[in-house]
């Protein structure tokens, strides 16, 4: 069965620094990632989506995420923070051969100081 | 412009009354889904459709039911409410079948049961 951890539910960091959020999947088909991005009393919307033609994906705000099959792993990075990117960070995996139904992790809180 | 609305954003309701959550989409999608979001277990699916007169349940369907008897609404039923049953609740559409296809969400309905 799929599965998505994300490490940590809470994440800070400063204005204009390195935003870094984990997400590890476990998938026993080549895998459809997502990270979706939920603003305070908003539903979610997509960020960016691997889909195996490029293991570096650029997204929306500035956003990108680096699909790693050796560890796993499609962590979401922003090289710098700003207060509007405040918000709760979902990572997905897709079901193979389930259009649309998405296993989604636990949710990591990013919080940004001035 | 096409949307996915959702309603009401807030209801409260005692336990044991049944429920209806609506979701109406404008966007001509096949696919719709019925998420509960719930703290540190980030959203999981209840039910979903792909199509008029389909209907299936996902990771917790358990005092859920569904139908969809046209493209635009799959309204979501709690037969006899819970507590447990207190979370915000997010509807999704899609529109394709395959693995890779981004969700589109509303802005959700937030239920509690006394």
């Known amino acids: 069965a799929q599965s998505v951890t994300q490490l940590g539910s809470h994440v800070s960091v400063s204005e204009g620094a390195l935003v870094l959020l984990r997400c590890n999947y476990s998938?026993?088909?080549?895998?459809?990632l997502f990270w979706y991005v939920q603003y305070p009393n908003q539903g979610l919307q997509l960020l960016l989506k691997?889909?195996?033609?490029?293991?570096l994906v650029k997204g929306i705000n500035g956003f990108e995420a680096e699909f790693k099959k050796s560890e796993t792993s499609f962590h979401l990075t922003k090289p710098s923070a700003h207060m509007s990117d405040a918000a709760e960070y979902f990572c997905a995996v897709s079901e193979s051969n389930q259009g649309g139904k998405l296993i989604f992790g636990q949710g990591t809180e990013l919080s940004v100081k001035p | 412009d096409a949307e996915i609305t959702q309603s009401p954003r807030h209801k409260i309701t005692e336990t044991g009354r049944q429920v209806t959550l609506a979701c109406h989409q404008t966007?001509?999608?096949?696919?719709m889904f019925w998420y509960r979001q719930d703290l540190g277990h980030g959203l999981r699916l209840i039910h979903y459709s792909y199509g008029v007169q389909d209907t299936n349940k996902g990771e917790v369907s358990d005092g859920y039911s569904v139908s969809r008897s046209n493209t635009e609404d799959l309204p979501l039923t709690l037969e006899s409410a819970a507590s447990s049953q207190t979370s915000v609740y997010f509807c999704?559409?899609?529109?394709?079948?395959?693995?890779?296809?981004?969700?589109?969400f509303g802005s959700g309905t937030q239920l509690s049961v006394l």
């Open positions: 998938s026993s088909v080549p895998p459809y």
């Open positions: 999704a559409s899609s529109q394709g079948q395959a693995t890779n296809e981004k969700l589109f």
């Open positions: 691997y889909t195996s033609a490029a293991t």
């Open positions: 966007w001509n999608h096949n696919n």
